[in-house]
């Protein structure tokens, strides 16, 4: 039942009894996207830290990406995040998948949210 697993999904990694479990995360910023999937302060309940893993000095390389502005300086600090957590290994992802969304310049008040997502609400409008 989807209520039980996502409840047990939920739980602190130290007491769930989840082994395994679906995951999928996605955006356009990459130091947030990694400090949410792994960082020390992204634990479940509170965030998206499934894997339960925790290096302050991860978090450290996605703070200072977020604050520099030097776009070759953020990449470096980027790279060194994620070969910190390739390291780790404390995901393993058995699929990557890619989805493109796109509209036409008629579609008016829609948005992109940090993972990807369009959304539309009462102020999206498509023109005539």
Known sequence: ????YLELL????????LEMWMD?????????????RYGCDSFRPKGNNTAGFCDRS?????????????PVKRLALLKDA???V????????????????ASEKRLHGAFISRNGSVYADE???LEA
């Open 123 to 125: 102020h999206t409008w």
């Open 86 to 101: 390739a390291l780790a290994a404390p995901s393993i992802w058995l699929f990557v998948s890619k989805s493109i969304q």
């Open 10 to 17: 939920r739980m602190d990694p130290a007491v769930s009894p």
């Open 24 to 36: 999928n995360w996605g955006g356009v910023n990459a130091a947030d996207v990694i400090e949410n």
């Open 82 to 84: 994620q070969e910190k």
């Open 58 to 70: 991860v978090s450290d390389l996605t703070s200072q990406a977020s604050r520099t502005t030097d």
């Open 1 to 4: 039942e989807n209520a039980k």
